[in-house]
């Protein structure tokens, strides 16, 4: 049975992209079967895993408007066990296109629900704000995962998430829950970043994972070689990091099967 995660933060800058593209490659590095989904206009997913967006036929944005099947937007095998479903440009004008569209926000769902059995863990990275793209990727999860920054106003917005989770499981997702929190950009030097994961554990009622991103260099290089960090520098301490997230989601997943 697969498991469906999306990646979500309206917050810019917090390192939600470069957790959708590690965590798949890292659950995929495991062995197993993924599909990333690049939910996000600027296409940062796709290039970080090395696809060329601008030259793709068939993206997410073909598939929201019925241009294309969900077979055809598939790039299958872009790592070994990770499949992507890309992003461009165009999907900003998404919004616009499913204005009067009977039930839009299972659009991606009912796509997803024909291909989900083929894959272990499907994650759709969001696009950083609460428009129709992110509904719909909340109506296809099974679970929200939060990544948060170790800085001052991690807390800032958070409140709003959890709120449109809340509104989303009410009204059109019953299953929805919030996988958990990751810090990322965790800077060990400074007491501002303890002083953050310290303030979010006392204040939110939520899983947190333990595995902590740290701010790296190498994390940082990465997507402009269009290699996951686990590829690009498989011993840095960004890739040991989000081999230890990748392997506390397997965990959690088969306690939740027990």
């Given amino acids: 049975m697969s498991r469906i995660i999306a990646v979500a933060n309206q917050k810019g800058g917090v390192g939600k992209t470069t957790t959708a593209i590690n965590l798949s490659a890292c659950l995929a590095e495991c062995g197993k079967k993924v599909l990333t989904v690049d939910a996000d206009p600027q296409g940062n997913t796709s290039s970080g895993l090395g696809v060329d967006k601008n030259t793709i036929d068939n993206t997410i944005y073909q598939l929201i408007i019925g241009e294309c099947t969900i077979e055809d937007a598939i790039q299958y095998n872009v790592l070994e066990n990770l499949s992507l479903i890309p992003s461009n440009v165009n999907l900003a004008g998404a919004e616009i296109e499913l204005i009067g569209i009977e039930e839009k926000e299972y659009i991606l769902k009912k796509s997803i629900d024909k291909i989900k059995d083929n894959y272990d863990f499907i994650i759709i990275d969001c696009p950083p704000s609460l428009n129709t793209l992110t509904v719909n990727a909340m109506t296809t999860a099974d679970t929200i995962l939060v990544p948060i920054q170790c800085e001052y106003y991690a807390l800032e917005g ?3 998430l959890v709120h449109t989770i809340n509104l989303v499981k ?3 997702n019953p299953y ?3 996988e958990g929190v990751v810090f990322t950009m965790y800077d060990a030097r ?3 970043s303890l ?3 310290e303030n979010v554990k006392n204040n939110l009622k939520q899983n947190i994972y333990k595995s902590i991103i740290p701010r790296n260099v190498r994390l940082a290089e990465a997507p402009s070689h269009g290699l996951p960090i686990n590829i690009y520098d498989p011993k840095s301490a960004g890739a040991e990091a989000y081999r230890d997230l990748a392997n506390e989601v397997i965990t959690r997943e088969e ?4």
Avoid: H, K, P
């Avoid at 306690?255 to 027990?258: G, H, M, P, S």
């Fill in 195 to 197: 002083q953050v994961v």
């Fill in 170 to 172: 009410e009204r059109l």
């Fill in 255 to 258: 306690e939740d099967l027990w």
């Fill in 190 to 192: 400074t007491n501002l």
């Fill in 176 to 178: 929805l829950s919030i």
């Fill in 158 to 160: 958070l409140t709003q």
